[in-house]
Structures are given as C-alpha cells and as structure tokens.
C-alpha cells in the first residue's frame, strides 16, 4: 500500500462486520464484536453508538502483538494460551469521535476499535461498547487508516 491512500471503514451491528474501503471501493471484510448491551449514546450505558465518526488518536504504533492497554498505557502482553474472563484492550486502540449531535459524546465514553482476548466471541454482541476485532485483523486495519479516516457505524 502507498501512503496517502485514503482508506475508511463501515460497521454493521446487525452483521457484526466491519467494511474497510479505499475510495469507494470494498477493500476487505472483518469480523467484529460490538455492545452486548445494544446501541446508545448514553454514557456508563456500555453501548454502542450508531452513526458518522472519525480516528481521532491512534495508540499502539509498534507494540508487540497483544500488547495489553489499561488507561490507554501499556501494561503488559496478554499470553493468549491463558484465557481469562477480564475484557483487555489489545493490541492497537483506534479512538474514535463521534460526528454526529447523538454521538457527540464517543470520544469521551472512551469507544475504541481495538483488539480482544475473547476472539472466539466475534461474530456476536459481547463487547462493553467498544468494537472488538481479532489482533491480527486490528493489526492490519491499524496500519491503513489515518487520523481523520472516517468509520460509519449502522444498525
């Protein structure tokens, strides 16, 4: 891939898929986890929002494969043969803030794209709000977008 090249992303929360394209092109599919609670914009409602949103930070550049984040700072490397109950935050955090008057708040109730110990759970609502993706497909996605790429969430 060349610099500059202008990626963005679609999430589906009826599918639990992620779209990533280039232009307006379908680049790739992802499998994806949002909100166990459902969609919102409520803050300590651990949903998701719905709706027009952009990368706002990106943290995670050059950090090993299951790296763990708590507060947005790295704590450790999650052994993955060793399943815990515990959400971590893995690997990469795209940030995201929301554009929209209903989801003005997101950037602020902390809603992430990030990588998960619970991979096994993708493909269906398990996440506290944030969107969980495997690592490895954090990795790649991490890699492609920019700060100001845009993300569209929809039911």
């Given at each position: 891939?060349?610099?500059?090249?202008?990626?963005?992303?679609?999430?589906?929360?009826?599918?639990?898929?992620?779209?990533?394209?280039?232009?307006?092109?379908?680049?790739?599919?992802?499998?994806?986890?949002?909100?166990?609670?459902?969609?919102?914009?409520?803050?300590?409602?651990?949903?998701?929002?719905?709706?027009?949103?952009?990368?706002?930070?990106?943290?995670?550049?050059?950090?090993?494969?299951?790296?763990?984040?708590?507060?947005?700072?790295?704590?450790?490397?999650?052994?993955?043969?060793?399943?815990?109950?515990?959400?971590?935050?893995?690997t990469r955090i795209l940030w995201l803030n929301g554009l929209d008057n209903l989801n003005s708040n997101t950037f602020d109730r902390y809603i992430y794209i990030h990588g998960t110990n619970h991979e096994k759970d993708l493909g269906r609502p398990s996440s506290m709000g944030c969107i969980r993706m495997s690592n490895r497909d954090v990795l790649e996605v991490y890699d492609l977008l920019t700060i100001g790429s845009k993300v569209l969430i929809t039911e």
């Open positions: 891939m060349q610099t500059g090249e202008i990626y963005n992303l679609e999430i589906s929360i009826r599918n639990q898929q992620m779209r990533l394209y280039f232009d307006v092109n379908e680049y790739k599919e992802y499998q994806i986890s949002s909100s166990r609670f459902g969609v919102g914009y409520e803050v300590d409602s651990y949903k998701t929002p719905l709706g027009n949103f952009e990368i706002k930070r990106k943290i995670g550049d050059g950090k090993p494969l299951g790296t763990i984040f708590k507060g947005r700072s790295v704590c450790g490397i999650h052994e993955f043969e060793n399943e815990i109950d515990e959400d971590l935050i893995l």
